[in-house]
């Protein structure tokens, strides 16, 4: 599935409602953002996730 999204000029992008509940997301949820061979990758984090120094820690609720 392909949609097409715009970033605001500060950095906000909106996924599509369609893609929301295709992979189970909803508005407050957490996500991982992860840059891969050039490619953004968005992945549902079940808990709450807290950065530090650059390093992710996930912590289980």
Do not use: F, H, W
Request: aromatic fraction near 2%; charged fraction near 30%; proline fraction near 3%.
């Amino acid at each position: 599935m392909n949609k097409l999204s715009v970033m605001t000029p500060d950095g906000k992008i909106t996924i599509p409602r369609s893609i929301m509940k295709r992979l189970g997301i909803n508005g407050g949820n957490d996500l991982l953002i992860e840059v891969l061979n050039g490619e953004v990758i968005l992945k549902k984090i079940e808990g709450s996730l807290e950065q530090k120094d650059d390093e992710l820690i996930y912590k289980a609720v």
